[in-house]
């Protein structure tokens, strides 16, 4: 159950295979959360989604179909998530197929259903015409008080039963009460923000205005009004805030790997309980699943995601498989660190590379774990530190991540995961002072300067930092777009060297310094010596008879 279940109520999708749970799933929540396929037993963990209508936010629970006796050890699993999601529920929708009609397996599971000590509403899918909503009028027979006609792939009827799940809902909790208050004068902030009553601001790392202490603390080559467009200066102003702000959210992190190499069974372990199905099947797990779990005084997110395949195989697979690299990939897109497993018997592979550099491409934070360490033969003092060299060399982009070595089949060091994972995402939101910024890249380029390209040596006046999470630094330049990758690894180098930036990529943007002027002094001017018939050539100080002149062999 969500650590944030207590506190809201609590929605269960019940019903047999293929009904249409999922279809009602994804329109509660207004997306596509949940794979939907026209194929039974798609479904398999509990999906957890956060909604609000008239004013209540709830959780709504995802479930496999529910049957009695399943001959599939996979689907005999999938009936321990439902059950689990029934015992969980404040209120539960029993889907049935209005096409359909009323079956035996809806029978067996309204009998089941029976045992639950909370209100329940049957929702007559696929009702999307007056006629199959008189047809949806048979299923009254199970002799549940609440039945309504729906259609959720189009959303008839689905706002008149949202209502009434809302009104069976419990009274609203302190904590939901608070939380309302908090959105309210969150509301108020960005209206007064919109009409421009309030200017946003950041502050440094010493409580003073950031803007206001730039120009003191980089000496002659400040960063000045002069030096940032008012448009540049507001976006790097506002995406800091914005970075800053997300803060408040829990850290979001995603398991992400190979297919089988242990990201469900690792989740488990962490949480104590079977939150997700666990095969020794690759693919077993379809969707990315979000579970919350206490961490210090706060809680983080875990999110199981279905292994990425190598696209060949996706694009050959069945259209379940499609749907479920492409989740793990949006599950990539919204996390703040993605720990990525790898097999310790088989090693870092060129898709577990690959997989990582999904990663790195969207910003995210990075910790790489060697699962099944138990199973690592003939070990010694060194295998670990030969297995991170060995990493290093085959992915030399992912220097910067942490390796950690688990079993998540013995629990050994699966806590050192999330310690990781916590501490890469404080170092996604690490802000670096202007001055020291400035310091440590004066003192970088006088040891190194830029090397020339086309004759033109770039050079480096300042830098500040425009973001955070992934942090962002900008760096203001003569020749900006002549300054070499390997220049910028270098400048990176020294960053991390000095600031640390433990498991997050750096994002280095390089542009053109504007309003550099070049100040000249005035050339001495005596009095204008006249040559009869020889005028001069303009701006060679020469006769224009000898700027003709062709020069000979020896340059005379």
Known sequence: MPAHAGTLPVVAIVGRPNVGKSTLFNRILGERHAIVEDRARTTRDRMYGDAEWNGRRFIVVDTGGLEIDPDDPIEAKVQVQARLAIAEADVIVFVVDSIAG??????????LLRLARVPLFVAANKADNPKRELDAAEFWSLGWEHTYPIAANHGRGVADLLDELVRAFPPESEAELARKARADEADAFADSVARGSLRPFIVGEDGDDLEDGLEASTGDDALDAADLSGDEAEAARWDAMLAA????????IAFVGRPNVGKSSLINALLGEERTIVSDIPGTTRDAIDS????GRTEVVLIDTAGIRRRGKVASGPAAERYSTLRSIRAIARCDVAVLLVDGVDGLTAQDAHVAGYVVEEGKGLVIAINKWDAVEDKTGKTF???VEWIRHEAPFLDFAPVVSISARTGQRIGRVLELAVDVWAERRRRVGTGELNRVVTAASERQQPPMVKGKRPKIFYATQAAIAPPTFVFFAREAANVHFSYQRYLENRLRETFGFLGTPLRLVFRERAGVRIERKPERRGPAK???????AAGTGRPRSAARRPADASGR
């Open 102 to 111: 009323l079956t035996p397996a809806d029978q067996e599971a309204s009998e």
């Open 245 to 252: 702000s997300s803060d408040d959210a829990p850290p979001a």
């Open 292 to 295: 919350r779990v206490a961490w």
């Open 385 to 387: 530190e030969t297995y």
């Open 530 to 536: 006249r040559t009869k018939g020889v005028a001069k």
